[in-house]
């Protein structure tokens, strides 16, 4: 496919704001069409596909899997752009988005927003705050990733470095209370 084929098709499959049948309209095309599609979408366009949740959850976790077999640098970038604090974290009947942030070793761009979203302070739910810490201590445990935690949270202004110490540590410490892992 062209690439003014891709946009004109891309432009078609983001037109409803939902994402209820995205995945599906996308495993209809030839797999290099899909990842062209799902490669060339900006920041934006994710954002409204993985943030307007209303009802979508099950959905969006549903097309979030699909992406980790077609391109691996989009999946990643959705998971990135979908922990919004404000929003809160996607939870779903299907939680493979976050038994795959357990079980690989997740970018570093993404891990800096994982230990973002950990830390931040805004009305965090209790279970939001449980899954996160689920997922920073996989990455510690099993990818040795608390010298890369250490380095990014030393650059903290010091009332804000010591708080997120604490975080991360009571994190690491803690069991896991979901089977991600």
């Known amino acids: ?28 095309l030839p797999p290099k069409d899909a ?4 490669e060339s979408m900006d920041d934006s366009e994710i954002y409204i596909k993985v943030n307007l949740r209303k ?9 979030i899997e699909y992406l980790w077999d077609i ?3 989009a999946y990643w970038k959705h998971i990135k752009i979908s922990l919004d604090v404000e929003i809160g974290l996607l939870w ?10 357990c079980n690989y070793e997740i970018p570093h761009d993404v891990l800096i927003k994982i230990i973002d979203f ?20 996989a990455q510690v445990e099993r990818f040795a990733r608390k010298a890369e935690i ?16 604490l975080a991360i540590s009571s994190m690491i ?8 892992y």
């Open 118 to 137: 950990a830390i931040d302070d805004k009305s965090q739910s209790k279970q939001d705050f449980d899954a996160i810490g689920c997922v920073i201590k």
């Open 92 to 101: 779903s009947d299907n939680m493979s988005h976050f038994e795959r942030m």
């Open 35 to 38: 990842k062209k599609i799902v």
């Open 1 to 28: 496919m062209k690439n003014s084929e891709v946009e004109k098709r891309k432009n078609e499959l983001l037109k409803p704001y939902w994402t209820e049948d995205l995945h599906h309209s996308l495993e209809k």
């Open 71 to 73: 391109s691996e640098d």
């Open 150 to 165: 250490d380095e990014y949270i030393s650059t903290f202004k010091e009332k804000k470095k010591a708080n997120a110490k």
């Open 55 to 63: 009802h979508q959850e099950d959905y969006i976790a549903d097309y």
């Open 173 to 180: 410490e803690c069991r896991c209370h979901y089977q991600f």
